[in-house]
Nanobody
Framework: QVQLVESGGGLVQPGGSLRLSCSASRSIFSIYIISWYRQAPGKQRELVATITRNGGTDYADSVKGRFTISRDNALNTVYLQMNSLKPEDTGVYYC???????WGQGTQVTVSS
């Protein structure tokens, strides 16, 4: 079993920044590809960003140039730095170990003035 815990969400004004963290309970974290997803109210969960074992990254078009995914395998943690936030970035953000059924519980991000 692997437990994932997201943190760092909150309320921020448009144009602001947040950094989300996803911490894993086990040291095998480093072998996984990790993705961040988000789910806005009334919408399907969507893929936001992915990072490979070696640090390769990929982003949804809607967040390219604003979000940065990174990982620290020594700390079993993946980060999502979110800049220039927009109201449409509002939602619950989840991390996932790609290829498994392991999800975190989510952290709420609200972008509003």
């Amino acid at each position: 079993q692997v437990q994932l815990v997201e943190s760092g969400g909150g309320l921020v004004q448009p144009g602001g920044s947040l950094r989300l963290s996803c911490s894993a309970s086990r040291s095998i974290f480093s072998i996984y590809i990790i993705s961040w997803y988000r789910q806005a109210p009334g919408k399907q969960r969507e893929l936001v960003a992915t990072i490979t074992r070696n640090g390769g990254t990929d982003y949804a078009d809607s967040v390219k140039g604003r979000f940065t995914i990174s990982r620290d395998n020594a700390l079993n943690t993946v980060y999502l730095q979110m800049n220039s936030l927009k109201p449409e970035d509002t939602g619950v953000y989840y991390c996932k170990l790609v290829g498994t059924s392991y999800w975190g519980q989510g952290t709420q991000v609200t972008v509003s003035s």
